[in-house]
């Protein structure tokens, strides 16, 4: 599996660009937009085919999800936290019976393999240093003996598919991969080539 991330700040031409990934092929789209308001997920939601709309997980505003038939929600680290004091696991349940994805990230492989609530599949991160986010420096987990979907994220290229591979993960998360590209389409199409080889 190859997810694609939203970047952090707008693009030009980046909805003109998505709707060119998921015609490559990209079946899941992270929608990862902290600095844009309610309004301003719509107005971007707007602007995807809507045939696209069931390959979009988003990561702020969850109510959007069932507003525009999205492929599922994300919770990052401190939500879920947040969200476990103050819920029962139901919450995340209530989700899934509802037909959507749920995912969450998470910075070790033990609170993975610790973890009770039965995600969908898990962030894990950096895995190699960061291409988008120059501070990230890559641990270079090891997930082979978690028995759960553990997706890669840090410094994901085409150049270290095989590696990210080796250290056992069932997919990988692309930002600066793919957005931080001459060409995202093609490089995106390099990774999931490599990655899901026909």
Known sequence: MVIVIAPEVDISTETNTLNQL?????????????KKNFEEHIAYL??????FHNRIVVHLFHELASEFNLKGVHFQEQKRKTLLRNK???YFDNLKVNGFTISSSF?????????????????LSPVFTSISKKEYT???????????TVIGLGGVSADNIKKMKA?????????????????????FKKIKDRFEPT
């Open 22 to 34: 998921f015609e490559a092929g990209l079946a899941c789209y992270h929608l990862r937009k902290p």
């Open 46 to 51: 707007n602007e995807i085919h809507p045939k």
């Open 88 to 90: 029962t696991a139901s």
């Open 107 to 123: 910075h070790s492989p033990e609170d993975i393999s610790k973890f009770t609530i039965d995600f969908d599949y898990h962030f």
């Open 138 to 148: 890559g641990r270079k987990f090891d997930v082979n003996s978690i028995d759960k």
């Open 167 to 187: 250290l056992g993960y069932s997919g990988v998360g692309v930002l600066g991969g793919v957005w931080n590209t001459d060409n995202p389409v093609e490089s």
